[in-house]
């Protein structure tokens, strides 16, 4: 399909997949529009090319916002609670409950100049319309480029209508989409008169263009053409008025449906149930059984991927998706081939997303850790859309609750603290009587509560927590729960709470809870620096270290390094603070961790600063405030770390002076967590600019250690990350940060440059 694009991180705009036709009229409409509006909207019908020609305007308008176009595709979001908390994950915001996420938005938004692109608002234009209105008003410099289906109506917007396209347009694109069909073909004076009826009959519109094209595997131009006129003579009876763009689009689909065979067409049905793409295994399980065994599952869905109902996705092709309105044309057969009306097939798919979550908690503390996290944020439009089957079917809510409680390292991790602490919240008012999910979900609000510095809320849901987990029988919770109030009440005055809090550790101990071990210990360990027990809280540190080696688990490895760092910098122990506090950085970044970044950028900032380095050290200030003001405070129950971060903050800025302190500090407030971990990587004063870049052509022989200059060479050589780990018997994330090393080492930005960069310096990479 001409409308498919690759993966990509973030809202980056993505690559466009096929050739793009047409629509100069519409470019030029949506440019001139942005010298006098700030809110632009194409409004069209389904299947007409509105989100293909948003992004393509948009990637014409990037020098217009040095702050970025951000994408948000709404397509598989059904609640517009999520619409604010969906955007701050577009725009890799720390958001995590501190504050609403729309005020954390706004927050950020305020002074960039940026665009952002909302894809797919009708089925949410209200939310869609609110939220653009806000940011109209309260962000004086961002410009929002919407695609619907009816106009957002808010004022200030200047609607552009996207129509059909022009017919020589039309006919060129179905020229190019049949070339990808069958090889070598084109228009020419045999066949053009044909291809114009064609494009007339199906109304110019691109999908049902893209759709026919795709019959050419079976008939001829000319019997395509006869096949069409006969569909639409007799919907019309004969007569030759024509039908509505929304029957020509219907029919185009119907056509392409009536073309499938009947397992196919059973397939396109129950794959409507998923919300965003999905693994082939995913499909297998949910849509697989009855009349469409597990087995020909595969089969089925190559025969979609033909005929282009079904889009492969992503750099590998591993994933696919259903277009928005194949999506709603299925879902509407479902209730006809499936007799319960598609009833099994929802629970097969909750079933499914429920078994994801369990596998996320199982594996969690093993080697998989990374990849379970990018499984789960790859599928998290079908564990929302699982999680709302839950709440709204008869005796799933319980199950509900227990998966987005399971899911607490995704929202730590990703950010989205306020998102994980709605559905939490949703699951709780549905399960208002004692049990385990319910004991774990308490626990999980006030664990968030924690992280943002809630105290009373904290407090309070730990109390709920443990009374609960007692009432259910689950012991792990009620440790938790104990530990946490421990821990809270130390930090209150209370001096039996860290005896208390030693004594839950001991009892998590004998019951083999490793989990609970290393979450208590990290947090153990920084409340008793910030008492003044340095010695305690470094021996808590090394114990959680010791648990975790060897296991190849990331996420609780990074934040023991980032509180054995903060625990050494505070005690006088300048390098080892640093090294612990880099450390924790890589492991960090292995999962995409925010806050455990944010919290690291605090403490080689003060590092930097007692170093001189006054620049580096207030863009690193200005990521981890930015994250902290964004995400609550996380340190402000730890008052020493306050109070140094404070003391730091005044010397940095009146070093630099006030002017360049802001600047340097809004650098930093811009940066993403890539970019911090690239230039701590390479320890750079300035983000972006490693020292390689700044310092000449150095060979790479002096840059590199000798297993970078073997990784160089193999990449030289083509091979890819999985294939260089084989070759030189090491894991494969050991063989990515090589690469990143590598990369960061030598100022360059891609494999591709690596090869000519150690040519050029005289590396003797081979040796």
């Given amino acids: 399909m001409g409308f498919g694009f690759g993966q990509r991180r973030g809202g980056q705009l993505p690559a466009e997949l096929t050739s793009f036709v ?23 019908p389904g299947g007409v090319g509105k989100s293909r020609t948003a992004l393509r305007a948009a990637a014409g308008l990037g020098e217009r916002f040095p702050d970025g ?165 007799v919907l019309t009876g004969g007569r030759r008025t024509a039908l509505s763009r929304h029957q020509t689009l219907r029919t185009a689909i119907d056509w392409s449906h009536e073309l499938c065979t009947p397992e196919e067409q059973l397939l396109w049905a129950r794959l409507s149930v998923f919300a965003g793409s999905f693994e082939l295994s995913a499909a297998e399980q949910v849509c697989g059984g009855g009349q469409l065994p597990v087995a020909e599952v595969l089969g089925q869905l190559i025969g979609l991927v033909d005929k282009s109902v079904v889009q492969r996705i992503g750099e590998s092709g591993s994933r696919y998706r259903l277009l928005d309105t194949l999506r709603e044309y299925g879902a509407e057969r479902l209730g006809v081939v499936e007799a319960d009306g598609g009833a099994a097939l929802r629970a097969r798919h909750f079933a499914y997303y429920r078994d994801l979550g369990r596998r996320f908690e199982e594996g969690f503390l093993g080697a998989g850790q990374a990849e379970l996290h990018r499984t789960v944020r790859a599928e998290i439009a079908d564990l929302r859309a699982a999680l709302e089957y839950a709440y709204e079917t008869d005796g799933r809510a319980a199950q509900g609750l227990r998966l987005a409680a399971r899911l607490w390292p995704h929202w730590r991790a990703s950010g989205a603290l306020s998102e994980g602490g709605y559905w939490i919240d949703k699951g709780l008012a549905r399960v208002p009587e004692d049990c385990s999910a319910r004991a774990w979900g308490l626990l999980g609000t006030g664990v968030f509560a924690v992280w943002t510095a809630d105290l009373a809320t904290a407090v309070e849901q730990m109390e709920l927590a443990r009374v ?54 990290y947090e153990a360990a920084l409340l008793r620096a910030v008492l003044g027990d340095t010695e305690g809280a470094l021996e808590l540190c090394a114990q959680g270290l010791g648990l975790l080696e060897g296991t190849g688990e990331r996420q609780l490895y990074g934040s023991t390094l980032m509180a054995q760092g903060l625990v050494r910098w505070l005690a006088g122990d300048r390098e080892g603070g640093v090294a612990s506090l880099c450390g924790a950085l890589e492991a960090a970044g292995e999962v995409d961790e925010i806050l455990v970044a944010a919290m690291c950028c605090h403490g080689l900032a003060w590092a930097a600063a007692q170093a001189g380095r006054q620049v580096r050290a207030a863009w690193l200030l200005g990521y981890a405030e930015n994250a902290r003001r964004l995400g609550g405070d996380p340190i402000a129950m730890l008052p020493s770390l306050l109070e140094h971060q404070e003391a730091v903050r005044e010397a940095v800025r009146d070093a630099l002076g006030g002017k360049q302190f802001d600047r340097w500090h809004a650098v930093g407030a811009r940066l993403s967590g890539r970019q911090v971990l690239h230039a701590v990587r390479a320890d750079a004063d300035v983000p972006g600019r490693p020292p390689a870049q700044r310092s000449g052509r150095r060979a790479a022989g002096d840059v590199l250690t000798r297993r970078e200059r073997e990784v160089a060479a193999l990449v030289g050589q083509g091979l890819s990350n999985r294939e260089i780990a084989e070759r030189l018997v090491i894991s494969k994330r050991t063989a990515d940060a090589h690469v990143e090393h590598i990369l960061a080492k030598l100022g360059v930005g891609s494999r591709t440059e690596i090869a000519s960069a150690t040519e050029d310096r005289g590396s003797g990479v081979a040796g």
């Fill in 22 to 44: 047409g629509r100069a009229d519409e470019l030029a409409q949506v440019r001139a529009a942005f010298e006098y509006a700030r809110l632009v909207t194409l409004v069209g």
């Fill in 468 to 521: 609960s987990a007692v009432a259910a029988g689950d012991e792990e919770v009620a440790q938790f729960a104990e530990g946490y109030a421990d821990g809270l009440a130390a930090l209150c005055g209370d001096e039996e709470g860290l005896a208390r809090l030693a004594e839950v550790r001991r009892r998590m101990q004998e019951s083999d809870n490793l989990l609970g071990l290393v979450v208590m210990g």
């Fill in 69 to 233: 176009v951000w994408l948000a595709e709404l397509s598989a979001l059904r609640d517009p609670e999520l619409i604010p908390a969906t955007l701050a994950a577009v725009l890799e915001l720390p958001e995590q409950s501190g504050m609403a996420p729309l005020d954390a938005v706004v927050a950020h938004l305020q002074g960039r100049r940026l665009l952002i692109v909302l894809d797919t608002c009708e089925h949410l234009v209200d939310a869609c319309a609110m939220l653009s209105d806000i940011l109209l008003r309260e962000a004086a410099d961002v410009s929002v480029l919407a695609t619907s289906r009816q106009p957002l109506d808010v004022p200030g917007e200047h609607c552009c209508p996207v129509s059909p396209l022009a017919p020589g347009d039309a006919v060129e694109l179905f020229a190019q989409r049949a070339a990808g069909v069958v090889p070598g073909f084109a228009v020419h004076d045999g066949n053009r008169e044909q291809l114009f009826a064609l494009a007339h009959r199906l109304d110019c519109i691109p999908l049902a263009l893209e759709l026919a094209a795709v019959r050419l595997r079976a008939v001829s131009t000319e019997e395509l053409v006869a096949r069409l006129d006969d569909r639409f003579q």
